[in-house]
Nanobody, 124 residues
Framework: VQLQASGGGLVQAGDSLRLSCVIS????????LGWFRQAPGKEREFVAQIRRSGGNRYYADSVKERFIISRDNAKSTVYLQMNSLKPEDTAVYYCTAKLDQWGRQSQPSEWPYWGQGTQVTVSS
């Protein structure tokens, strides 16, 4: 199983970025996909989740209305479109996968598959 995240970088406040994560070795038709982030000195926190059908999406309050999670199962890829970025969005962003189930799973321990992370830095 491999999750390869990309798309991070250094941007200014107010800019946009799109993260991508290509997943191999998993049957995505049965998997929910998600994004977490971890800032220096802080715990890893939930950002967004999308159910296997793509019909249900969940967001952390801090990114709601700014971030959009999407998926393309044909390309085995999950995306995170990040708009109106703020300095407090600075973190390493991780893509994740798990067996799909009802509701939001916001704890890292609930997600068994992880990518290596991509750094997002937002300057003020």
């Amino acid at each position: 199983v491999q999750l390869q995240a990309s798309g991070g970088g250094l941007v200014q406040a107010g800019d946009s970025l799109r993260l991508s994560c290509v997943i191999s070795g998993l049957s995505l038709s049965t998997k929910a996909l998600g994004w977490f982030r971890q800032a220096p000195g802080k715990e890893r926190e939930f950002v967004a989740q999308i159910r296997r059908s793509g019909g249900n999406r969940y967001y952390a309050d801090s990114v709601k209305e700014r971030f959009i999670i999407s998926r393309d199962n044909a390309k085995s890829t999950v995306y995170l479109q990040m708009n109106s970025l703020k300095p407090e969005d600075t973190a390493v962003y991780y893509c994740t996968a798990k067996l799909d189930q009802w509701g939001r799973q916001s704890q890292p321990s609930e997600w068994p598959y992880w990518g290596q992370g991509t750094q997002v830095t937002v300057s003020s």
